[in-house]
């Protein structure tokens, strides 16, 4: 069974460190896309000489901007699970900064490993989750248990959980009845394909033709991190490893 790993990277001097990890893992049926803005980087060529693809692509949508692309390009192949990866920066988390992150996020390049070493941190790794799903066909999703959040039920209307609800993403794809209440906070996983199938319902580019451009808070991409996570609407659940 073929498996799809899509890395979305707009800051692209961070793939030495991603290919680090992925160059163990990608072999015939462990493929690897990536979506970049420009090919006018240092890092281009060997991003392009190294993976299966690489898509170029508006900067909109944020990194689901280009996890979106690349679905809808790759969504015909029979793939078992399809990783979300993105060079994730976080650049206000950074030292000098006075804003904050997650509990505990330890700035953002912590945050970013945190997030995608569960994921990916040796080809022994990714094969046991791998198995997870072969294992358990209710199981559509796995993230890092660390940044699993999960809020009251009540919302205040103060918060950017509340703001950010978009409703015409929720008119588009029919999800209006899925609960914010569950997410993993920087939106990196490993999720079936038939779950993406089952929740984008083809529209993914309908979706994508809508979302912002550069990077926004209360954006479209916030509010997608806020609900992709809830598999419980679709039959199936999330597990935290």
């Not at 015939?28 to 240092?42: A, D, F, G, K, R």
């Not at 103060?158 to 029919?174: E, P």
């Not at 806020?226 to 609407?233: A, F, G, L, M």
């Amino acid at each position: 069974m073929k498996n799809a790993i899509l890395l979305h990277l707009y800051y692209q001097d961070l793939w030495p460190e991603f290919w680090s990890y992925l160059k163990d893992i990608k072999d015939e049926n462990t493929h690897i896309y990536v979506t970049v803005h420009t090919t006018e980087t240092e890092w281009y060529n060997d991003i392009k000489s190294n993976v299966n693809e690489v898509f170029v692509i508006e900067n909109k949508g944020t990194d689901f901007g280009g996890f979106l692309y690349a679905y809808n390009k790759i969504k015909h192949i029979d793939y078992l699970t399809i990783t979300k990866l993105h060079g994730k920066k976080s650049l206000r988390l950074e030292p000098g900064s006075n804003m904050t992150g997650p509990k505990d996020a330890g700035g953002g390049a912590r945050w970013r490993k945190e997030l995608y070493l569960p994921l990916i941190e040796t080809k022994e790794k990714y094969t046991q989750n791998i198995s997870l799903f072969q294992k358990d066909p209710y199981l559509f999703m796995i993230g890092s248990k660390k940044f699993i959040q999960i809020t009251g039920i009540h919302v205040p209307r103060s918060s950017i959980k509340y703001h950010s609800r978009k409703y015409w993403i929720d008119s588009l794809l029919n999800i209006g009845h899925i609960s914010r209440e569950k997410h993993i906070s920087g939106s990196m996983f490993t999720c079936t394909k038939e779950y993406l199938n089952m929740f984008f319902k083809n529209k993914e580019l309908e979706l994508l033709s809508n979302m912002e451009e550069g990077y926004k808070l209360e954006s479209s991409g916030h509010h997608l991190e806020c609900v992709i996570c809830n598999c419980e609407p679709f039959g199936g659940h999330l597990l935290g490893i």
